[in-house]
C-alpha cells in the first residue's frame, strides 16, 4: 500500500514537472526562441523523465507480483482452513461413533446384568 501510494505521489510530481517543462516549452516556442534551446530543455526533460518511468514501471512490476503472492498465499491458507475443518468433523463423527457403540454396550451389559440378577432370583427364591 505504502509502495502503491508513493508511486502516484511520484506520478503527481512528474505531472507537475512535465507540466512546468510545456509552460517554458509553450513560452519559449510563443517568444520565438531558438531551436537549439528547445533541443536542450527536450534533453533535460528525457533525462529527468526516462529513469523515474523506469523506477515507476519496476516499482509496479513489483506491487503486482507481491498481489499475486497476497493471492496465493489466501488460495492455500482457505484450501488449508477447509482441510482442517475437514478433519476436525471427522473426528467428530469417529468419537461420535464410539460414544455410541459404547452407549449400546453399556445397555447390553446392563441388560446382561438384569437378566443374570434375575436368574439368580429365580433360583434362589425356588
Same mark, same amino acid.
Given at each position: 500500500?505504502?509502495?502503491?501510494?508513493?508511486?502516484?505521489?511520484?506520478?503527481?510530481?512528474?505531472?507537475?514537472?512535465?507540466?512546468?517543462?510545456?509552460?517554458?516549452?509553450?513560452?519559449?516556442?510563443?517568444?520565438?526562441?531558438?531551436?537549439?534551446?528547445?533541443?536542450?530543455?527536450?534533453?533535460?526533460?528525457?533525462?529527468?523523465?526516462?529513469? *523515474?518511468?523506469? !523506477? #515507476?514501471?519496476?516499482? @509496479?512490476?513489483?506491487? =503486482?507480483?507481491?498481489?499475486?503472492?497476497?493471492?496465493? $498465499?489466501? +488460495?492455500?491458507?482457505?484450501?488449508?482452513?477447509?482441510?482442517?475443518?475437514?478433519?476436525? *468433523?471427522?473426528? !467428530? #463423527?469417529?468419537?461420535? @461413533?464410539?460414544?455410541? =457403540?459404547?452407549?449400546?454396550?453399556?445397555?447390553?451389559? $446392563?441388560? +446382561?446384568?438384569?437378566?443374570?440378577?434375575?436368574?439368580?432370583?429365580?433360583?434362589?427364591?425356588?
Amino acid at each position: 500500500m505504502f509502495t502503491f501510494t508513493f508511486t502516484l505521489s511520484s506520478l503527481h510530481e512528474n505531472i507537475q514537472f512535465y507540466e512546468k517543462f510545456y509552460n517554458q516549452v509553450s513560452f519559449l516556442v510563443t517568444n520565438s526562441v531558438s531551436f537549439i534551446v528547445l533541443c536542450r530543455f527536450h534533453v533535460c526533460f528525457v533525462a529527468v523523465f526516462c529513469p *523515474q518511468i523506469d !523506477v #515507476n514501471k519496476k516499482r @509496479e512490476a513489483e506491487l =503486482q507480483k507481491l498481489r499475486r503472492e497476497l493471492e496465493e $498465499a489466501k +488460495v492455500q491458507s482457505e484450501a488449508q482452513v477447509a482441510a482442517m475443518r475437514k478433519k476436525q *468433523q471427522d473426528s !467428530v #463423527n469417529e468419537l461420535t @461413533e464410539q460414544i455410541d =457403540q459404547i452407549s449400546k454396550a453399556k445397555q447390553k451389559s $446392563a441388560s +446382561v446384568v438384569s437378566l443374570s440378577f434375575t436368574y439368580y432370583l429365580s433360583s434362589v427364591l425356588t
